[in-house]
Structures are given as structure tokens and as C-alpha cells.
């Protein structure tokens, strides 16, 4: 007897390998054989031993003795009757089982392995075990590997700031320097190795790095590499006095910033199958590396910002004393006595610091993607397509009007609160930031207002969820969240400040409308965007008619024939509603999202180019003392402007799927 059969069933059902039975089996062939000899052609009555359901079956459908039309009416097997323990076949006509129920179970045998032992196994479960082993490890080197230098990096920028004597910038530049280098050289590696490898890239994740956020990588790239231009003229007049680590790090940045936006344009979608664990810790490397120029960008950025009550602001340099306490002034002042050689230093300096907002958004943006493509590592795709997304600008037009009108009013306020609060005159102080307060109070209203309708408009659409794991949507609501929590930090100290301090004055007053206001606008607008993220797109598909004969095709194919004109009622149903209560519910939710993307980008403005109406008041530092205040503020201001700047990104995909 030969020790494996195969299962052959009707309908071209594919045959799964079946090792032997022991030898009971083999005896109950040979009654088998003997019963047809006879003229018995029953399927054959299985032994009444305790065995599985699922193993009777099997032995009944692969018995030699059956005939492959026997088999078909005998996958049915029924419970006995009390009185006798045994399973048997039937072939009784009224017994059988649908075609759909006969697939079903044949699929099911189909699947169904067993090994010497008579035990069932799924062939692939060994491999599946490894393979999840591989990947935890992977997973947790690499962790390792970001945490590590994260750790590192924080302690380093925290001793340049606190102690710029022992630990000046050019140390923490020299570890950014080697972050940067090493992280290129990966990037070429994937780049020319990996990403062409045998099987490398089976699988792309549709949703990952769309357009929009790959479009806003390349701008901010190209304004981080403007800046690192500004820097590398800036610091070159000032050779003869400072170190030379300072040119070169705007180099060796300039040229990761450009290689990095080509390997992300690229390759953000890849779902690498090969040398999963060394990308994985490279791309772990890339990240802790766009992580720490974030911080150390955030870190200038906050302390060129930062002004000490009665100390004047000159707007430009960010080593002429802007500093928390006494050892990073003393720090900060050796470098005011080095003269520059050329007479364009200052202009540069305003220039690169104007410049870097973008740069602290680039390194956000490439951390996010770069994110993305470690979770896609190893990763198999079940999505075999995307849905095609359509925008026209015809679609919208109040939300777009409005939006410009506020973005416009915030840009022409943000210039004059600029030009006011630089002057020395108090009542222009107090006037500029009346103004800089009702036109955030009115733009947050609106967006609340906006916000509440969206949510509405969700509650009652019949959008399905969107099912099954997704990293890149897992991502973008835990960057909404997170990020947000630093503009709570900032409105409850504000709310708490002002009402310690007695809400005396116009600005009080509308300081605090505006931090309440802007406590209910990030809730609304943060379930605004999560359900709009996780709703299946609007589909505009035209579904095929079906007809039952083909008189009805014919008749069908001469109407088409005679008229080029059709009328509403008899457009298949999706199209139908595009025309009924589905477009309203459309139209409304783009304008939605168009007004608040212009709403989020001038609000990200205002901040991230300079305004900072929490120290020009002086109620909080007032209250919680200049260094606590300018803590809190320092630490949650960077969230919430990347909190503005990634619902804009997420924006345009609400906008772009409904």
C-alpha cells in the first residue's frame, strides 16, 4: 500500500497529500474490496472506535472502494442512533448536501495535512513561528537602538543648554554629525542593495506616504536646505572665531536632506521581505537621527523665542543672550565678541532662523514616513488595491472662501501684532494683543462650529468603518492625540493663570475665552478627524446591470442603441444617490475640510514664525514664575504647532476620501 493518497473531489477542488493510516485502515480496505467483489457497492460503514468527527470523514471520502461520484454524495456524514456507536456515509438522495455546503466541506478537507503520526497540522505553522520570532527580535533591537540614542541625545542637548562652558554646541553637533553620516550611509545602502534584491519588495502599503505628505516632505526639504546654505555663509564669516564643526554640520545635513527625500519619495510605500532585521535597526537609525535634529531645532528655535521680562528683543541673534539662567547667558556671550569678515552676517542669521520652522516640520514629516516603513517591514499586504481618489475645485467653494478670508486677516494681524510688540510703547502692546486675541477667538470659533457639523455629518452617514490593521492610520491618530496634549498643556496653565490672577484687563479676558475656546475646538477637531479617517471612501463606481435571460439583454442593448439619453430613475442605485441625499452630505464635508486646512495652516503660522503672546503677557509667568512658564510653554508650543501642521495632512485625506 502506498503511504500517502490524495483526496479527488468534483468541481476541479484542489487535492491536499495524506500520509497513512495505521494499519486498522488497512484492514478495513481490504473488508472494502471484498463488499465491491461482492456486488455491495455502499460506501462503507466506519468502525464505531472513539475517533474525530473530521478523521471519519476523511477515511470515508478517501477510501479506494468509494467512486468519485460516491464520494460527492457521501461527504455528508450524520450522528448515529444511540443503540449502535458507529459514523456512516449515506447516499440516500434526500441526505445530500447542497453544491455550496459540498465546496465548503471539500475546502475544508482540502486544507487539512496529517503526518505519520495521524495528527493535523497547517504546513506552514512552523514557518509562521519563525518568522514571528525574527521580526520580535528585530522589533526589539531596533527599539533598543532608538531608545539608546534618544536617551544619549537628550542628555547631550540638555548639558549644551544648561552648561554651554563644559558641553558647547559643537559637542552636540559632532554627535549629530556622526548620527547623520551613518544614517546616510544606510539610506545609499538600502537605496542600491536592498530595494533591489531578489523578492525585496512584494508588497506595497496604498495608504503609506500619500502624495499630499510626500508633496510637504519635498517642500520643507527644500527650505531645510536653503537654511543650511544661510548657515554654511553665516558661519563661514565668522571661521576666524569659531569652530569649524559649525560648517560642517549644515553640509553633512543639507546632503542627508536630500538623500533622505529621494529614499522616502520613493520607497515610503515598501513592505521589504528581505534582510528584515538590518532595516529595521537602519530605519531605527533614521529615525532616532531626524528625532534629534528635531529637538535640537526645537531647542534654538525656543531659546532664540525666549525672553526673560525685561530684557528687549532684537529678533535675529540666537547667541546674543536668550537663555533660561545665568550659565547659558555666560555661555551665550562669548560669542557676541567674534566680529564676522563679511558684512551679510546678520541678514543670514534672521534669514536661517525664519527658516527654521520648516526644518523642525521636515524632520516630523520624515520621522513619520520613516515610522511607516518600519512597521511595513515584513509586512504582507491583503489590500491588492486603492481606492482611486477624485478632487475637483468645482466641488468646493464657501469652504475654500471662508478659509482664505481667515487666512488672510491672520496673516495681515500676525504682521502688525509683529510690528506693535516690538515697540516700546505699552498701550501698543496691550492693543496688539487684544487684536492677536479676538482674531484667534473668532478663527477657533468658526472651526469649532465647522468641527461640530463634520461630526454630525459622520454620526449619520452610513460609512462603513474601516476594517483590519493599518500603521499608517494607527500613526496619524496617535500624532493627532499626542501632539495635541501640548496645546492642552498650554491653555489649562493659561485658564489657571488668568483666573489666579482675577481676570483683570480686556487681554485677560480674552485670553481666556481664547484658551477655553481652544480646549473645545482640539476635542471637536480631533473626533472630526478620527472618524474621518477610519470612514471607507465615498464610492462612485457604476454598478453593472444584471438581467435573468437573455430577451432582457437584447432588449436592453436596443434601447441603449436607439436613445444616447438616460434618464435619472433608471441610473443604477450609486449613482442615483450621488444626485439625491448622498450629495449634500459630500459636498458639505469637503467644504468642511477646506476650511479647516486653511484655518490649521494660519494657525500654524502665527506660532511657528514668532508670535508668542504667553510671554508678551506677563499673567503667567506672573503666576508661575518665569522659569516654570517658560517650561511649560517651551515644551508644549513645538507640539502644538506640529499638531496644526499634521491636521493639515490629515485633512487633506478626509478631503480627499469623502
Not at 183 to 205: C, E, N, P
Not at 336 to 364: T, V
Not at 575 to 595: N, P, V, Y
Request: include cysteine; aromatic fraction near 10%.
Amino acid at each position: 500500500m502506498s503511504p500517502e493518497r490524495r483526496t479527488s473531489g468534483s468541481g476541479g477542488v484542489a487535492s491536499s497529500a495524506v500520509t497513512a493510516w495505521s494499519g486498522s485502515r488497512e484492514e478495513e480496505n481490504t473488508e472494502s474490496l471484498q463488499q465491491k467483489r461482492r456486488g455491495n457497492t455502499s460506501p462503507p460503514v466506519l468502525s464505531s472506535s472513539p475517533r474525530e468527527p473530521v478523521t471519519q470523514a476523511l477515511r470515508c471520502c478517501c477510501s479506494k472502494s468509494v467512486s468519485p461520484q460516491e464520494r460527492i454524495n457521501a461527504m455528508k456524514w450524520h450522528a448515529p442512533q444511540k443503540a449502535s456507536g458507529s459514523y456512516s456515509c449515506s447516499t440516500i438522495t434526500s441526505n445530500m448536501t447542497t453544491k455550496a455546503e459540498l465546496e465548503a466541506i471539500e475546502n475544508k478537507i482540502s486544507t487539512i495535512q496529517v503526518d505519520h503520526s495521524g495528527s493535523i497540522f497547517g504546513h506552514s505553522s512552523g514557518r509562521q513561528k519563525s518568522t514571528e520570532k525574527g521580526r520580535n527580535w528585530g522589533w526589539l533591537l531596533s527599539g533598543f537602538i532608538s531608545l539608546n540614542i534618544l536617551l544619549l541625545g537628550i542628555a547631550i542637548v540638555s548639558g549644551s543648554v544648561f552648561n554651554a562652558v563644559q558641553i558647547s554646541s559643537s559637542h552636540l553637533q559632532i554627535f549629530l554629525i556622526l548620527l547623520v553620516i551613518l544614517s546616510t550611509i544606510w539610506m545609499i545602502f538600502y537605496q542600491v542593495h536592498t530595494s533591489r534584491g531578489h523578492h525585496a519588495v512584494l508588497y506595497k502599503d496604498s495608504h503609506a506616504g500619500p502624495v499630499w505628505l510626500r508633496g510637504g516632505l519635498v517642500l520643507f526639504g527644500i527650505c531645510s536646505v536653503i537654511m543650511d546654505i544661510f548657515k554654511i555663509i553665516y558661519y563661514v564669516g565668522r571661521i576666524h572665531c569659531d569652530s569649524p564643526v559649525k560648517i560642517a554640520f549644515p553640509v553633512v545635513q543639507a546632503l542627508f536632506v536630500i538623500v533622505q527625500t529621494y529614499v522616502l519619495w520613493v520607497h515610503a510605500k515598501d513592505c521589504v521581505q528581505i534582510q528584515q532585521n538590518i532595516t529595521r535597526c537602519g530605519l531605527m537609525l533614521t529615525l532616532s537621527t531626524n528625532l534629534m535634529v528635531w529637538m535640537t531645532a526645537v531647542t534654538e528655535e525656543s531659546l532664540h523665542q525666549t525672553v526673560p521680562p525685561g530684557e528687549p528683543s532684537t529678533n535675529g541673534s540666537g547667541n546674543d543672550g536668550y537663555g533660561l539662567n545665568g550659565t547659558l547667558l555666560q555661555g551665550r556671550a562669548a560669542a557676541s565678541d567674534c566680529e564676522c569678515i563679511h558684512n551679510m552676517c546678520d541678514i543670514f542669521e534672521k534669514a536661517y532662523f525664519y527658516l527654521y520652522p520648516f526644518n523642525i516640520e521636515y524632520s516630523l514629516f520624515a520621522s513619520a514616513m520613516t515610522y511607516v516603513m518600519w512597521k511595513n517591514v515584513g509586512r504582507q499586504v491583503d489590500e491588492h488595491h486603492s481606492h482611486s481618489l477624485r478632487f475637483s475645485l468645482w466641488d468646493v467653494l464657501l469652504g475654500p472662501i471662508a478659509g482664505m478670508l481667515i487666512l488672510v486677516a491672520g496673516l495681515a494681524t500676525f504682521v502688525v501684532y509683529e510690528v506693535d510688540i516690538a515697540k516700546d510703547d505699552p498701550k501698543k502692546k496691550q492693543d496688539a494683543l487684544i487684536m492677536h486675541y479676538i482674531m484667534n477667538i473668532v478663527a477657533i470659533l468658526l472651526m469649532a462650529i465647522a468641527c461640530l457639523i463634520g461630526c454630525i455629518i459622520f454620526r449619520i452617514d452610513k460609512r462603513e468603518q474601516v476594517s483590519g490593521k493599518n500603521p499608517t492610520r494607527s500613526l496619524d491618530v496617535g500624532l493627532l492625540v499626542g501632539a495635541s496634549l501640548g496645546q492642552f498643556l498650554i491653555c489649562y496653565f493659561t485658564i489657571v493663570a488668568v483666573l489666579a490672577s482675577g481676570v483683570k484687563g480686556y487681554a485677560n479676558g480674552l485670553n481666556l475665552t481664547s484658551s477655553i475656546l481652544t480646549v473645545v475646538q482640539l476635542c471637536l477637531q480631533n473626533a472630526f478627524l478620527i472618524k474621518g479617517l477610519h470612514r471607507e471612501p465615498f464610492q462612485e463606481l457604476v454598478g453593472p446591470t444584471v438581467f435573468a435571460n437573455m430577451l432582457a439583454v437584447r432588449e436592453h442593448e436596443l434601447e441603449r442603441r436607439r436613445s444616447t439619453i438616460v434618464s435619472t430613475h433608471t441610473l443604477p442605485i450609486p449613482l442615483t444617490l450621488l444626485h439625491g441625499d448622498l450629495s449634500w452630505k459630500r459636498r458639505l464635508l469637503k467644504e468642511i475640510c477646506a476650511f479647516l486646512l486653511l484655518c490649521n495652516i494660519i494657525l500654524w503660522i502665527m506660532p511657528a514664525f514668532g508670535a508668542r503672546p504667553q510671554f508678551d503677557n506677563t499673567v503667567g509667568s506672573d503666576i508661575f514664575e518665569f522659569q516654570t512658564w517658560a517650561a511649560v510653554v517651551n515644551i508644549g508650543m513645538p507640539f502644538g504647532i506640529f499638531y496644526r501642521m499634521h491636521s493639515v495632512a490629515s485633512l487633506f485625506e478626509v478631503c480627499f476620501t469623502s
